[in-house]
């Protein structure tokens, strides 16, 4: 492993990692292509970097920076090279090097607002758990709505361990403590409640480390990210995933606004429409065909999961107390979710 760094800093972070330091990326050996490579963004310039990557491509090269920012990661989606801050990079070192292995991150989003993506990541978490035996835990990462509207008194919500992400001093274990947990088993971290404070206090290297206590929880993650994205934790609620869910309705708008997505969203992060799956929620027209017609218009993927409007089931199920097992119990809705929870078990090969 190299570090391209003309100072020591790195030692403090991992002093028992062997570690060769270099001043200058160009006293990396040829040699060197099968070895990690750190580069401190205080030693070279994102436009030093950029001409090295011209001619080491398959260099496995990892930008260490102090926060990163809307152009240090346009940079890293550019180039496919990794960036982390600082304070991440005992935490990357972990995974890379010691082959800690990293769990499926399942990413739902709406395509517009109040598309009930919050009740389809509960719905399809409580079904797998209720059928795979899988250790499921949800985190909302909608920063604009906490998605509390099933529980009277949640206890704990995102806003509270924001000093714990900050100091990274978060583990998988007060993570769990912190989540409630549902009927079925499922662990649920209530979002931020405060949406005047949305934009001021996380960083995209807070949610990753969130995620990253999330992944050594449980068997599976779901990430809710809401519809809005301008935010770090909804950017990195799609960065990360490994299996990407947008929720859309039969409306024409939603093309319009699909379009717009993809080019402002999805280009920038390199994530192309093929790898976004469709789901259809309160649709007027609630069939495989409709959806169909929808992904193909969109360049997307369909599922087979197609739901009507629902308001007054939503409803009836917001007085009982245990809200989304009543929400699956409905003939409408159980076999659509049903099918979600197959497609995901299938993807990473979980078996009944």
């Known amino acids: 492993m190299y ?10 972070f991992v002093p028992n990692v ?10 990396i050996p040829d040699t060197a292509v099968n070895d990690l490579v750190l580069i401190d963004s205080d030693t070279v310039s ?12 398959d260099s496995k090269m990892v930008y260490v920076v102090d926060r990163i920012t809307n152009p240090v990661q346009a940079m890293s989606t550019a180039l496919k090279i990794p960036v982390i801050t600082w304070d991440g990079l005992v935490s990357y070192l972990e995974k890379t090097e010691r082959h800690i292995e990293s769990r499926p991150v399942v990413t ?3 395509v517009l607002p109040q598309l009930g993506t919050t009740t389809l990541c509960l719905a399809v978490a409580s079904k797998l758990v209720e059928t795979y035996r899988l250790r499921v835990g949800v985190l909302g990462l909608n920063l604009y709505e906490p998605g509390a509207w099933m529980i009277s008194q949640p206890l704990h919500h995102l806003d509270e361990l924001q000093s714990h992400l900050k100091e990274r001093s978060l583990t998988p274990a007060s993570l769990t403590e912190n989540m409630y947990e549902l009927k079925s088993g499922v662990r649920y971290l209530f979002g931020h409640r405060n949406q005047a404070s949305a934009l001021e206090k996380y960083t995209i290297s807070d949610i990753a480390y969130l995620i990253e ?25 799609l960065i990360t995933a490994t299996l990407r869910f947008g929720v859309i309705t039969d409306r024409m708008y939603v093309d319009r606004k699909f379009h717009q997505f993809s080019q402002s969203i999805l280009r920038p992060l390199d994530i192309r429409t093929e790898d976004i799956f469709l789901i259809g929620n309160k649709m007027q027209q609630a069939n495989e065909r409709t959806l169909l017609a929808y992904a193909r218009n969109l360049k997307a993927q369909p599922t087979r999961t197609s739901l009507p409007d629902e308001t007054l089931l939503l409803y009836q199920a917001e007085q009982h107390e245990d809200a989304i097992s009543r929400f699956l119990e409905a003939r409408t809705v159980g076999a659509g979710i049903s099918l979600l929870a197959a497609m995901i078990a299938a993807t990473y090969g979980y078996a009944q």
């Open 46 to 57: 994102t436009t030093d970097l950029y001409e090295h990557v011209t001619t080491h491509r």
């Open 18 to 27: 062997s570690v060769d330091s270099v001043a200058q990326l160009s006293a």
């Open 3 to 12: 570090f391209v760094t003309h100072t020591e800093r790195f030692r403090q």
């Open 213 to 237: 206590q999330a992944e050594q929880a449980f068997d599976l993650v779901i990430l809710d990210a809401g519809s809005v994205f301008n935010t770090p934790a909804a950017l990195q609620a």
């Open 108 to 110: 739902f989003f709406g």
